[in-house]
């Protein structure tokens, strides 16, 4: 029986600054890589997006849990 898909996304942007929590200086240009049923295939989608991006430090690129978004019971740290 396959894993249960747990869904990550892949997002990224230019952030305001690299001090501070996280904030994009435009989410209009905000660049979604795309969604991934795992996280290894998630990261993989993240690696490659930060070393084509690495010349602007402002860039930055996430993985984002999102099935811990859509179904907290399925986060694999709850006690």
């Known amino acids: 029986m396959p894993d249960k898909q747990l869904l990550h ?3 990224g942007g ?6 501070g929590p996280p904030e994009f200086r435009d989410l209009t240009k905000v660049d979604l890589v795309g969604a991934y049923p795992t996280y290894e295939a998630a990261a993989r989608a993240w690696r490659a997006k930060a070393q084509e991006t690495v010349d602007n ?3 930055r690129y996430f993985v984002i849990h999102a099935h811990r978004l859509l179904d907290p ?3 694999d740290h709850h006690h």
């Open 73 to 75: 019971d399925t986060d």
């Open 14 to 19: 230019e952030m305001v600054s690299l001090d």
């Open 57 to 59: 430090a402002l860039m």
């Open 9 to 11: 996304l892949v997002i």
